[in-house]
């Protein structure tokens, strides 16, 4: 089992950036692929992208492409998100999420195929 604790949420105008940190607990950090998922008031939870254990794959949900980064240092137990020219329309709540059993070569972007979940951090973008 794996704890999550994600930071680095807050307020930014729009154009600005914001980088994410998610900091996990225990020793088998890089047997976990990790995502990034966000929910806005009223909506579903969504998924923003996602990391391979070596970090060397990665996938975005397209609204974030050309602006987010998702990267990971397996020796810190951190996985981060870099946002950059944020927008209005990227308010949310953000969550880090770990998934323990899917295969080496698949990264989802389901929420259900992930096993565990930080608490969130909020990002507010003002227009």
Do not use: H
Request: positive net charge.
């Amino acid at each position: 089992q794996v704890q999550l604790l994600e930071s680095g949420g807050g307020l930014v105008q729009a154009g600005g950036s914001l980088r994410l940190s998610c900091a996990a607990s225990g020793r088998a950090f890089s047997s976990y692929i990790m995502g990034w998922f966000r929910q806005a008031p009223g909506k579903e939870r969504e998924f923003v992208a996602a990391i391979s254990r070596g970090g060397g794959n990665t996938i975005y949900t397209d609204s974030v492409k050309g602006r987010f980064t998702i990267s990971r240092d397996n020796a810190k137990n951190t996985v981060y998100l870099q946002m950059n020219s944020l927008k209005p329309e990227d308010t949310a709540v953000y969550y880090c999420a770990a998934d323990q059993t899917s295969p080496a070569i698949v990264l989802s972007r389901g929420v259900s195929r992930y096993d565990f979940w930080g608490q969130g951090t909020q990002v507010t973008v003002s227009s």
